[in-house]
């Protein structure tokens, strides 16, 4: 516990009433972020993330822990895995550096198996822990690394306000076919069911219900949804409108030009969605 926390504690052992001070001391969710591993309800880890005073663009990780219980199962180099995919991918960040004693071993070994390579630092960073003085290894992984996939199918979620905020890759994966699914029902199933089973007298309305209302209103629910991943769902905007235009072109008698128009609204208001949400995130986060 010591090791973990640099002895920044006055009395051991730690109390939650002690560590719940401390988090809400210096985790502001700005400069600092404290990010929990779960699987469904259950918590396997903590780390924290921090933007260092001289540079926006670096994340410090620090406070890496997981479950004693599920030690030696690679929960934690999941657990470093996604706070690094989430400081490069949602926080903009270019590098994450951290510092680890030289004496914890097993913690070196899984920061060097997820990437992060020892560096220099100007000045050694030393604790006086337990009668003794324990020196930190600087180490530094930068976005251009290819060690950042992960297939776990777990999340981290941010301490303020419980909302999960990366997933894993298997996780993007599955909200991409979700999406997609969703989009082939509303955009394409819809409007088969609209000319095929509606009849004459309700068909109209229900077209202009469909065009007008339901389909704008979900490609903005989709942009809002592709703008937290931007580099995984960036296209489904575009998949959504070529869905409208195969599904109305091929289950409606008449080749209205206007379809072409509505695609074209449509593809606008999900990419225009996807952008202000994503400059949203990051205005947030400076």
């Not at 918590?43 to 890496?64: H, I, N, Q, S």
């Not at 690094?84 to 949602?90: G, I, N, Q």
């Not at 920061?111 to 930190?136: D, H, Q």
């Not at 077209?207 to 769902?233: E, Q």
């Amino acid at each position: 516990m010591r090791q973990w926390c640099a002895d920044r504690y006055e009395r051991y052992p730690v109390t939650p009433e002690a560590m719940n001070s401390y988090h809400e001391q210096y985790i502001d969710g700005l400069r600092s972020h404290a990010l929990t591993m779960v699987d469904g309800n259950e918590v396997l880890g903590y780390v924290t993330l921090r933007t260092p005073a001289d540079d926006w663009m670096e994340k410090r990780l620090g406070f890496v822990i997981v479950d004693d219980s599920k030690r030696g199962s690679g929960l934690g180099k999941a657990l470093v895995r996604m706070a690094v995919k989430y400081a490069f991918e949602t926080l903009g960040a270019t590098k994450v550096s951290l510092g680890v004693f030289e004496n914890n071993p097993s913690a070196i070994r899984c920061y060097e198996s997820v990437g992060f390579r020892r560096v220099t630092a100007s000045m050694t960073e030393s604790y006086f822990c337990m009668g003794e003085t324990w020196n930190c290894i600087e180490m530094e992984l930068n976005a251009t690394s290819n060690h950042i996939g992960d297939n776990d199918e777990t999340c981290i979620r941010d301490h303020l306000d419980g909302k999960a905020l990366n997933v894993a890759k298997s996780g993007g994966t599955r909200s991409v076919v979700y999406w997609l699914c969703a989009t082939i029902a509303v955009m394409f199933i819809l409007p088969f069911a609209v000319a095929r089973l509606a009849s004459e007298d309700s068909g109209m309305a229900l077209c202009m219900i469909l065009f007008l209302a339901v389909n704008p209103v979900y490609s903005i629910i989709l942009g809002a949804a592709c703008g937290k991943d931007v580099r995984r769902m960036w296209n489904l905007p575009l998949v959504s409108s070529v869905a409208f235009l195969a599904g109305t072109w091929l289950f409606f008698d008449i080749k209205e030009p206007w379809f072409l128009i509505y695609a074209a609204v449509y593809l606008a208001l999900g990419w225009g969605a996807m952008f202000i949400g994503k400059c949203r995130r990051k205005s947030f986060i400076r």
